[in-house]
């Protein structure tokens, strides 16, 4: 293991990577506990506002993921991530100055919100064809493992220290913190010059978008465990974002010691992202998507948890199982995808999953508001949880997510 890890780390450009991965996630840390509380201190908010607010960056981010794919494959993953980053660090940079001179607003919010889904659309498809343009194929789960590594640390920095900000200081300065990480983060990856995803010459260049999407899709489709693990992960998804955006923080505030309490279960979280990542770093599975899957029920544990509430130590025990089982999976999935999927398609096939991965999280974010408002946050809880534990067990049910080996298909060794 120490010698896998001695590898990656004599590549500049994968040192560079994620060092800029840490320092954005630091500020990903504190996003959810100031976007939250930032919105629940207006005058006026409730948890319909939160639902707006974080309803308005992820319909954006829904629309756009398809167009991303094909736009990080035309013109360069490593730029594409750079310029959206920047771009994203002052919007946000706007919303925490908002916030720290007393003018923020949720129609404020939701506008910048909008954008940043945007930016993010365009940077998700880009960032997650980065790693086989850095390292050999050989490496790839650990490269992939151990930048999750990295950006769970960032992600359990941000959060250790977000709470108190938010209690001491105000949501606006821990907002700022997030935006500053972007730009630099951005600036470190568009310094990084990769190639295209695609072919450079100019017959690739000329192939029109609509046939390139057709293309992306026939290597999305034909492959039916993708579509069925996307399918059942947009239903899990949808209930896991409703939770994170608009419950958790409501119930915190409400049952709990709001911002505090938030903040030690985020960083419970952020350590089991650490844990799991140091497990796929090493832990080579036969089968990983068995494995992936068989793990995400977790995340429905702590939702009920959190109804309760069990004791603070229970619930931050929970966040750490869900943080182990939703970066153990996103690595064995990251990892079936990059040895699977022929790699000029990578970006595109990756905004496919992106895309159907997050279609319903809007959906889940728009009515946590709501359900909240008629049957109590208690009560949500209970039903989201029980929801989430159903949808992501209905993928062990194929016998293509259960035998999937690890190691390139005979057609992708072939191309």
Not at 254 to 275: I, K, N, S
Not at 348 to 372: H, I, K, N, Q
Request: hydrophobic share 55%; net charge neutral; proline share 5%.
């Amino acid at each position: 293991m120490f010698r896998e890890l001695t590898d990656l780390w004599q590549i500049r450009q994968f040192r560079r990577l994620f060092t800029a991965r840490v320092i954005s996630n630091i500020g990903n840390g504190m996003t959810p506990i100031a976007l939250a509380f930032g919105v629940l201190s207006l005058k006026g908010a409730d948890a319909g506002s939160l639902s707006y607010v974080t309803t308005a960056q992820m319909v954006p981010l829904v629309l756009f993921l398809i167009v991303g794919g094909v736009a990080a494959d035309r013109f360069g993953r490593s730029q594409l991530v750079g310029i959206t980053d920047i771009i994203g660090g002052v919007v946000v940079a706007i919303s925490a100055i908002a916030f720290l001179t007393h003018h923020a607003s949720i129609p404020l919010l939701c506008v910048n919100g909008f954008i940043f889904g945007v930016l993010n659309a365009l940077w998700y498809p880009a960032f997650s064809g980065l790693m086989p343009l850095i390292v050999p194929e050989a490496q790839l789960q650990s490269a992939n493992s151990l930048l999750g590594v990295g950006a769970n640390l960032g992600f359990t920095l941000g959060a250790s220290v977000a709470g108190i900000i938010v209690s001491s200081a105000g949501s606006g300065w821990a907002i700022l913190c997030d935006a500053l990480s972007f730009i630099v983060a951005g600036f470190l990856v568009f310094a990084l010059h990769l190639p295209k995803g695609m072919d450079n010459d100019s017959t690739t260049e000329r192939v029109p978008i609509f046939q390139q999407l057709r293309e992306g899709w026939f290597e999305f489709s034909s492959r039916r465990w993708i579509v069925i693990v996307v399918v059942c992960y947009a239903f899990y998804n949808m209930a896991f974002e409703g939770f994170l955006g608009v419950l958790a923080p409501v119930q915190s505030k409400e049952a709990l010691h709001g911002a505090t309490d938030m903040g030690y279960m985020m960083l419970a979280f952020g350590v089991g992202g650490v844990l799991g990542m140091g497990v796929a770093i090493k832990w080579r599975p036969t089968h990983p998507l068995l494995i992936a899957v068989a793990i995400l029920p977790a995340a429905g544990i702590w939702m009920l948890s959190l109804a309760v509430p069990l004791p603070l130590l229970v619930l931050m025990l929970a966040a750490c199982a869900t943080g182990i089982s939703m970066d153990l999976f996103y690595a064995l999935w990251l990892t079936a995808l990059h040895m699977h999927v022929p790699q000029d398609a990578l970006s595109r096939v990756g905004s496919y999953d992106a895309f159907g991965s997050l279609a319903l999280a809007p959906v889940g974010l728009f009515l946590a508001g709501p359900l909240t408002h008629l049957i109590g946050a208690k009560s949500a809880l209970l039903s989201v949880g029980v929801f989430a534990l159903a949808t992501c067990l209905i993928p062990l049910l194929s016998h293509e997510v259960r035998t999937l080996k690890s190691g390139p298909s005979p057609v992708h060794r072939q191309e």
